[in-house]
Each structure stands twice: as C-alpha cells, then as structure tokens.
C-alpha cells in the first residue's frame, strides 16, 4: 500500500503562486509515475501534470508555461509549483502514485483563485 498526503493548497489571487506537496509513505519502492490531477465543480477529473522515476514529466496544456512539477526522491515526496494562477485553476487537486500498475490517490487539497 501506498499513502499520499497532499498540503499546500489554499486561497490565492489572480497572479499568484502556490506550491503544492504530496508525501508518499508506506510501500514505496517501484514508485513510478506520480502526478497530479485536478477536479473542479461539475467537471470531470483532469490531468495537470505527471513524471516519471527517470524525470521525464507531461502537461496538460493548459498549464504549460505556468507550472512545474519536480520530484525528490530522497524525500519521498512530488511537488507542483503553479505560477500565474487563474480563475479557472480552481479546483481540489490530487496527487497520484502509479505502483506495479496499481493506482494510488491522496486525499486532496483546495486550490482557490480568486479574480
């Protein structure tokens, strides 16, 4: 098993950046890919952005430019930082742990733009 913790999220202004964090703990050996996703009221959820053990890393388009996600590996831990927010980023984001093709989610974490 494998647990993420999500922290981070909280209300910003148009223009403003957040840092998001997700803690994997438990059985976390073979980690894959981890990534975040994203689901805002009355949508369905969406990939913002993932990567892999060996770094490499997609993005929705709607984010490229303006986010970033990193991986320490050390620290067992996946980061998104997310620059010039808007409005429409509004959503709970969750992180996502892809272990021996099992699929592992946090809990999530409110991210709030307001305009």
């Known amino acids: 098993q494998v647990q993420l913790v999500e922290s981070g999220g909280g209300l910003v202004q148009a223009g403003g950046s957040l840092r998001l964090s997700c803690l994997a703990s438990?059985?976390?050996?073979?980690?894959?890919?981890m990534g975040w996703y994203r689901q805002a009221p009355g949508k369905q959820r969406e990939l913002v952005a993932r990567i892999t053990s060996g770094g490499s890393t997609n993005y929705a388009d709607s984010v490229k430019g303006r986010f970033t996600i990193s991986r320490d590996n050390a620290k067992n831990t996946v980061y998104l930082q997310m620059n010039s927010l808007k409005v429409e980023d509004t959503a709970v984001y969750y992180c996502?742990?892809?272990?021996?093709?099992?699929?592992?989610w946090g809990q999530g974490t409110q991210v709030t733009v307001s305009s």
């Open positions: 996502k742990a892809t272990r021996l093709w099992l699929d592992y």
């Open positions: 438990g059985t976390i050996g073979s980690i894959d890919v």
